[in-house]
């Protein structure tokens, strides 16, 4: 990566921040994240309780980048047809058309996906795995990039299906935007008294741009010493006594990809493990199973991720 080609992706990456904080004020970290998750390809999990601008921050991001943005809204009647598309009879010709879901496009806003039955959650299992769809036989290509953003509300929440270990382990972070500051909100209501800041939001990055990005994340080098690191937090999840199910090698794969990721944003071709360490929360946490024993003593996830981290010796 050339001096002139890293300022110039350094200059993207901080126009697409500074479009998002216009819209979602206070979140600056977990807008660093979602442009990780961007760059490296991943989708992205957003749990909160409502009001908080999940599905406001999904908005924000698709109109950013210059891309085909579709919104389904997730309901327990949903289909995975409704998502993914089906044959369409013409009895004028007597054949069969294919007709594209939404699925088919750049970013999928899949808005409080945990509404939704088992069978239409796991529509999306293929999509996110592999960018492409099976349907009634044939296999369907998605277009490039294809990025999930997918919103829910907390599982004990009344209507909810909580999504399966192997959906979530296809999300490449999971995030939990949380209330804002009382200054922040005060801010907020100012900034929406004439008009929502989304509607004057414009791309601040090409469909292109979006491609070449992704593709230079993945020449970032990363040292030996640090995957060995990244493995060690791995593996120490799964013989953690707390955890039922540790995370699995496409977690390693991801936490990768999102440190190659972290390491670019901040112009660096190189990863440290610095890297590992802030995105290891994001990345890991929700991917473990909690025993009946630690849900219920108290324990979180997340604190169980920063506890393995800060055991893990760090490479010099």
Known sequence: MTTDTSSEALLSIRALHDNLSRVIQGKSECIDVLIVALLSGGSVLMEDVPG??????????????????????????LLPNDILGSSIYNPVDGQFTFREGPIFCNVLLADEIN???????SALLEAMSESQAT?????????????????QNPVDFHGTYPLPEAQLDRFLVQLDLGYPDADTEVDILFSQAEQHPLEQLQPAVSHEQILQLQRAVKQVRVDKS????LVEIVGHSREDGRLKLGVSPRGSLMLFRAAQASAFAAGRDFVLPDDVQKLAGPVLAHRLMLTSKAKYGGDSKADIVAE????????T
Do not use: C, M, W
């Open 226 to 229: 640090v995957a060995r690191y």
């Open 115 to 121: 509404r939704a039955s088992p069978r239409t959650q």
């Open 52 to 77: 908080v601008g999940k599905t406001t921050l999904a908005k924000a991001l698709a109109r950013s980048i210059d891309v085909e943005y579709q919104r389904v809204q997730f309901t327990p009647d």
């Open 135 to 151: 349907i009634e036989g044939t296999r369907h290509e998605l277009p490039n990039p294809f990025f999930v953003l997918a919103t």
């Open 308 to 315: 393995i981290i800060e055991q893990v010796p760090v490479p």
